[in-house]
């Protein structure tokens, strides 16, 4: 397998009288993917972005980025990153276009103004070029965040909490932007609180929580492999027994008997498969129904029943 293009061993922070932020996380970034770095607030997430950025000194553990260990080679990789951070802390009184020059210039790479063009062109923002920022609306902000962090042309873009606040219009145009930009062959990482936004744009999703990552998986994998069926089955008539063929299935009833409720079945469609088994043994047991409502779980079902399960833990 290629080397991963971000490889984090033992990653541990803790802060000055602060709390552990991060708890001996092991992390492998492929080269090309979108990586999703799912969990609440105060999971450790921007702590992360920040020790692999060179905003956070670590307490302890090693990062390597394109081969080179960020403790003694911090430099080199860092040109090849770049960050859209969370909060936006540019300079308001700045134009655009030369808030965006300044930032291709911070990595020593020569100054490029038709690439600037490029970028500003490209994130809708030709015409607010010599607006000052401070006079832009909040979503055309954060295109600038991005701008800024383009303007070196990264090989790997970490986006903090792309979308938290924007609108719903605001989200889908920044996804399409993510997109992009993976098609140009850049790594992204971005961290979400929203399950929505893991589930639209990863290729991986790791779970992070209490600094420690709980779970990392391809998206698809984790949701076949912990993803539930629930099946809620109109019974033409009120059962008040289930019969033990019926028994047998992981079934209960509503309390007016009106309703077979089904859950279970994890992975590869297993669930769908047991609600069709279900279906024929109602009808072997002349129970008649009226409809059947099938459901499978989402990532947010999964990322709740996670996070609830270690909180119970
Ligand atoms: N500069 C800091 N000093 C002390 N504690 C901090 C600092 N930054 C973050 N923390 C704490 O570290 C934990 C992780 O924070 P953070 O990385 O910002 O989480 P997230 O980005 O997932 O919301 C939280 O408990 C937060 O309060
Ligand atoms: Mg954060």
Not at 23 to 38: H, K
Not at 112 to 129: M, T, V, Y
Request: with cysteine; aromatic share 4%.
């Amino acid at each position: 397998m290629q080397e991963p293009i971000l490889s984090i061993r033992g990653l541990t922070k803790t802060y000055k009288n602060g709390p552990r932020a991060l708890d001996s996380v092991d992390l492998d970034i492929r080269r090309g993917e979108i990586f999703a770095l799912l969990g609440p607030n105060g999971a450790g997430k921007t702590t992360l972005i920040g020790a692999v950025c060179g905003l956070v000194r670590p307490t302890g553990g090693t990062i390597h980025a394109f081969g080179h260990d960020l403790s003694r080679d911090w430099r080199s990789a860092r040109a090849r990153i770049g960050l859209v951070p969370q909060e936006l802390s540019t300079d308001m009184f700045e134009t655009v276009r030369r808030a965006v020059t300044y930032s291709q210039g911070l990595f020593g790479k020569p100054r490029d103004p038709a690439r600037i063009d490029e970028i500003l062109r490209s994130l809708s923002l030709w015409d607010k070029r010599d607006s000052q920022i401070r006079a832009l609306s909040g979503g055309m902000k954060r295109r600038v965040l991005i701008a800024k962090a383009l303007a070196h042309d990264p090989e790997l873009l970490f986006l903090d909490e792309p979308t938290a606040g924007v609108d719903v219009e605001l989200r889908k145009d920044m996804w399409q932007q993510i997109a992009a930009l993976k098609e140009r062959g850049v790594t992204i990482i971005l961290t979400t609180h929203y399950i929505e936004e893991a589930e639209e744009m990863a290729d991986r999703v790791g779970i992070i929580r209490g600094g420690r990552i709980l779970m990392v998986d391809e998206k698809r994998a984790m949701m076949e492999r912990l993803g539930t069926t629930e099946a809620v089955i109109d019974l033409a008539a009120p059962l008040s027994d289930i019969p033990p063929a019926i028994a047998a299935f992981p079934v209960e009833t509503s309390t007016d008997g009106l309703r077979l409720i089904y859950r279970g079945g994890n992975g590869q469609g297993g669930g769908r498969a047991q609600v069709a088994q279900l279906t024929q043994a109602l009808t072997r047991a002349g129970i008649g129904y009226t409809s059947i409502d099938i459901h499978d779980s989402s990532l947010e079902d999964i990322f709740v029943g996670l996070l609830g399960e270690k909180e119970a833990a």
